[in-house]
């Protein structure tokens, strides 16, 4: 069971990596909690050298932190973000290399989980662009899945047991993927940008068959046209136009797979109504080739195609 930590807890544990530890491609080199109290100290002296810090004069680490603010308020400012306020429910982002500093408001204190890790693992998260020192403050709200997370990291590392490391890079990886999809959505929730959006997949979904044109769709939803189109690729990564592609090739396969129809039938019956149909064709012909084959039906798919 995932161990609690109150208010007046500190907890807190320093790693040593092996050399097999780092073939993993991502290591922890420290993990814990602490509440620091209104009118206390900070940050607290029991830390070694290289993690403490002077708040006025901030420091630089050699690797990736996830400091995760549960209680308090404070202040938050690094060489590319300008001094910013920190409040229960928001995460910062720490980098190696990077000068930065926070610290809680003296007549609030607060409550932080923490873990530090490097690897290139990591790094080819931000190489990716997945982690940002553009956006290192993240609203993820107070949520009781990523306390648990930082909780159980902190049982691991005490714990120390054989392949702990392993362990403390898949939670790192768990952290990262939910923060990122947290913070996310929650930019999405916005003014129901998120219902917007999602009403537009399901006008979609429900027209696969079809054909749906996005500047309608937009003026359907009564929204600018331009605006649908960016916001929409943002939350889906796709375009509205490939996203409605992808959503065919999609059905295309569930049919081959799911039903008794032809091939050809298949492609009528998700070509049809499309303006562009030898688009189309072309971006199903290789994701249908094994099917085809499969069916013994690839001298009507060739036949097809050329007649239309």
């Known amino acids: 069971m995932t161990k609690n930590y109150n208010d007046l807890g500190v907890e807190f544990k320093y790693l040593i990596v092996n050399d097999m530890d780092q073939k993993f491609g991502l290591w922890v080199n420290t993990v814990g909690f602490q509440s620091i109290q209104p009118d206390s100290p900070y940050p607290l002296k029991d830390h070694p050298s290289g993690y403490f810090f002077n708040a006025q004069k901030g420091r630089v680490l050699r690797e990736y932190q996830l400091v995760y603010i549960t209680k308090g308020r404070g202040l938050f400012s690094s060489e590319t973000t300008p001094e910013k306020q920190v409040c229960k429910g928001r995460l910062m982002v720490l980098f190696p290399g990077q000068w930065h500093t926070y610290h809680p408001y003296r007549q609030t204190g607060w409550n932080e989980y923490y873990i530090g890790f490097e690897g290139p693992v990591i790094d080819n998260l931000v190489k990716g662009g997945f982690l940002s ?47 990122l999809s947290i913070s996310k959505n929650k930019i999405f929730e916005v003014g129901d940008v998120d219902q917007k959006i999602e009403q537009a997949k399901i006008i979609m979904n429900e027209n696969v068959a079809g054909n749906v044109d996005p500047e309608e769709l937009a003026m359907r939803l009564n929204i600018s ?68 084959v499969r069916l013994g039906e690839k001298s009507e798919f060739i036949i097809y195609q050329r007649n239309i």
């Open 133 to 179: 020192k553009d956006n290192q403050v993240l609203e993820v709200g107070l949520n009781e899945e990523l306390v648990s997370l930082f909780s159980r990291a902190l049982e691991i590392a005490e714990a120390d047991k054989i392949f702990s490391q392993q362990y403390l890079g898949g939670i790192v990886l768990h952290i990262v993927g939910m923060i």
């Open 225 to 292: 046209y331009s605006w649908f189109r960016r916001v929409f690729k943002e939350y889906t990564g796709y375009a509205p136009a490939k996203y409605f592609q992808e959503l065919k090739l999609r059905k295309a396969k569930q049919l081959l797979v799911g039903t008794s129809q032809s091939v050809k039938e298949i492609l009528f019956f998700l070509v049809s109504s499309l303006p562009n149909t030898s688009f189309f064709l072309r971006s199903v012909q290789g994701l249908l080739r094994w099917s085809i």
